[in-house]
């Protein structure tokens, strides 16, 4: 979150000695987790079917795809796992993240959804 890298960014300059320091949560989740929460605060469930490219989200109460694979949104050189690791801003810096993920996509959301209703479609 914002917050949590301003805060990390802060604890760094106030630091005695420049120095290199990752800012990072130290967890890994999914797209499909991402989902999950999103349609979770947006009060849409879901269920995924499929495999693979087929992989999709079906609105339970319309029966319709909400989320698809798209290869169109692949990385050239996908990586499997991306985590970082702030073991040494702790230690040096007494940085570490506060907000969950869990926060962060509700807080993603009510922004999203605050947007909609004041008449900004979210593309």
């Known amino acids: ?5 301003v805060d990390g960014m802060y604890k760094m300059l ?11 949560t130290g967890e890994t989740h999914s797209i499909e ?4 929460l999103a349609c979770e605060a947006s009060g849409f469930r879901i269920d995924w079917q499929g495999e693979g490219l087929s992989r999709q989200a079906i609105n ?9 694979v798209n290869p169109k949104y692949f990385r050239p050189a ?3 796992v991306l985590r970082g690791s702030a073991a040494k801003a ?13 926060q962060l996509v ?9 947007r909609a209703q004041d008449g ?3 593309v």
């Open 60 to 68: 339970v109460a319309t029966g319709k795809p909400i989320v698809r």
């Open 1 to 5: 979150h914002a917050r949590d890298y």
């Open 90 to 102: 702790k230690q040096k810096l007494s940085w570490e993240p506060k907000t969950s993920f869990h």
């Open 78 to 80: 996908e990586v499997d």
């Open 120 to 122: 900004h479609l979210v």
């Open 106 to 114: 509700e807080e993603m959301m009510d922004a999203d959804l605050k």
């Open 33 to 36: 987790e991402f989902v999950d």
């Open 14 to 24: 106030q630091h005695n000695e420049p120095d290199d320091f990752v800012l990072a």
